[in-house]
């Protein structure tokens, strides 16, 4: 009965590959988000979409793609991966896109790039 | 931009002290502010969250903050803290209007000494 699922939850791979996080919420929300995590614990947004529309966009390379194919469902996918991506990823959900919701967050997905 | 900074990187109190993490945000107008607390290896988990009225809010496992605007503050307490409360905890604002993103302060850690 998990809230806001992510697989997978350890990803380890070599420079130059392209991955995939899928992320998957129960909870009927309408907003979904990325976050990276970097080694000093600071958390950052990416990307948020709204009923799998987007409507945040950090400065992030275009090696990142989000894909959502339902309000469901928030996809990662990165391109080209670099020693920088290594990080832990989680994926959120919220009611809706105001800032005042509270964000239910996914385990993570911590991902090294070697 | 909102912006939020926790000034101490790491805590430690012995089980059964009180504990204060300190918190400090800026932003024009009233915001709406947030505690999150992040177990090892977990995702994270409201505490608490203020938007208006009554600035003393109680949360969840014992926690309670109050927002001072003189301040610009928005510190988290816990009368008695128990062993397994050690975890990051990250204080999060959110502005009404405009990008809808929290931002996330760079976290403290607590450690419980028995």
């Known amino acids: 009965d998990t809230a806001v699922s992510q697989t997978p939850k350890y990803l380890v791979t070599q420079m130059g590959n392209d991955k995939s996080i899928k992320c998957e ?12 995590q970097d080694s000093k614990k600071f958390l950052k947004i990416m990307f948020s979409y709204n009923n799998k529309e987007l409507i945040i966009n950090e400065t992030v390379p275009n090696r990142f793609s989000p894909k959502s194919p339902d309000k469901a469902h928030l996809n990662l996918h990165i391109n080209s991966l670099e020693l920088g991506d290594s990080a ?24 090294t790039v070697l | 931009a909102q912006s939020v900074t926790q000034p101490d990187i790491h805590i ?4 059964g002290a009180s ?9 024009g107008a009233t915001p ?13 988990q409201l505490l608490l969250k203020y938007f208006s009225g009554d600035t003393l809010v109680q949360g ?30 990250f204080c999060a604002v959110g502005a009404q209007g405009g990008s809808e993103k929290l931002v996330f302060g760079k976290g403290t850690k607590l450690t419980v000494n028995p």
Not at chain 2, 12 to 15: A, N, P, Q, R, Y
Not at chain 2, 19 to 27: D, F, P
Request: hydrophobic share 30%; net charge negative; with cysteine.
């Open chain 2, 12 to 15: 430690t109190v012995s089980e």
């Open chain 2, 60 to 89: 969840i496992k014992g926690f309670e903050a109050e927002f001072k605007r003189s301040q610009s503050s928005f510190n988290l307490r816990k009368p008695s803290v128990h062993w397994s409360d050690a975890a990051e905890y």
């Open chain 2, 19 to 27: 504990l204060e993490l300190r918190c400090n945000y800026s932003y």
């Open chain 1, 88 to 111: 832990v990823y989680f994926c959120a959900s919220s009611q809706d896109h105001g800032s005042y919701n509270e964000q239910f967050f996914g385990p993570g997905t911590r991902l």
């Open chain 1, 25 to 36: 919420q129960n909870l009927g929300h309408d907003t979904m988000y990325w976050y990276k």
């Open chain 2, 32 to 44: 709406y502010l947030f505690w999150y607390v992040q177990s090892p290896g977990q995702g994270l």
